[in-house]
């Protein structure tokens, strides 16, 4: 059943419907080369990734480049030169990498990575791009400040406060409140495994004081609750079809939660299938 919804899964992927044969070769070299190699360079966009082949998002960029992640696509609509981007989960660097090169030059991505490994390979990534717009941290960010077991997973887009994982190490937890300061954040991204609704909770003077234009947000077994609170702050939940570049209302089989704050509407109107 595992392998079926596998198949599934990459049938429906928007990159392989585009380009069938070239994401069937591609799946074929990836597939070669981690049983081959712990390490691969990885080309996206203009940019350089390296990676290990365990790693979840070198499998997705390398199945599909450009095509790897919707929220590529919405990235490169909504962010403008100037803009804060707060990365939470940042793993290797894609989308801290992608968003520094679209805030630039006067914009700032904050690229927040608990795991010690996983972080190394994104200080590289950025040294490796000449990437100066990017500011990073090795914590974990929770609801509370202090130490914790987090556990590290083969596949580090697994890694997490609560998912069992391959090994468990000793963790710095620190509040989003704390690791960033007060200003206007035009996009929040949080892809933690499970421990998402946290780091909304410990962001609650950020909010507070100036909610991020949007929030990404991945589903969790918490969903209902970070519905309600993104709700409760005067957030629309959305979605977003890549292939098509709109934002949509949203439905409960999306993998990630498009929370667009009521002062940023006019912003996303040309992006939206239906205007608010």
């Known amino acids: 059943m595992r392998h079926l919804d596998q198949i599934i899964w990459l049938l429906r992927h928007p ?5 069938p044969i070239s994401a069937c070769s591609n799946i074929l070299a990836w597939q070669y080369n981690k049983f081959t190699r712990d390490t691969i360079a990885l080309k996206l ?7 290990r082949t365990s790693d979840g998002i ?26 804060r981007f707060i990365d939470v989960g940042a793993n290797i660097g894609t989308h ?33 791009n000449n990437i100066s717009n990017i500011v990073v941290h090795n914590v974990c960010v929770s609801n509370v400040s202090g130490r914790s077991t987090f556990n590290i997973n083969h596949n580090s887009a697994r890694n997490s406060l609560f998912v069992k994982g391959d090994k468990t190490i000793d963790i710095h937890l620190q509040r989003l409140d704390d ?32 909610p991020p234009k949007v929030v990404i947000i991945e589903r969790s077994d918490e969903t209902s609750k970070i519905e309600s609170h993104l709700q409760d702050r005067n957030y629309y939940l959305m979605d977003f079809d890549g292939t098509r570049g709109k934002l949509m209302p949203m439905h409960d089989k999306t993998e990630n939660i498009y929370a667009i704050h009521q002062t940023a509407f006019e912003r996303v109107r040309a992006i939206m299938e239906v205007a608010h």
């Open 45 to 51: 966009d203009d940019i350089t990734i390296q990676a």
């Open 179 to 210: 690791i960033c300061s007060t200003g206007e954040i035009a996009l929040l991204k949080i892809d933690v495994e499970g421990a998402d609704y946290l780091v909304l909770q410990g962001a609650s003077a950020l909010f507070r004081s100036c």
């Open 58 to 83: 070198a499998r997705l960029v390398s199945y599909f480049g450009n095509r790897a992640d919707e929220m590529f696509d919405f990235m490169r609509l909504f962010l403008k030169p100037g803009d």
């Open 15 to 19: 990159g392989f419907r585009a380009q």
């Open 96 to 128: 801290s990498i992608i968003g520094a090169q679209l805030v630039a030059p006067n914009g700032v991505v904050e690229s927040i990575e608990a795991d010690p490994d996983t972080y190394l390979f994104l200080k590289k990534n950025i040294q490796r």
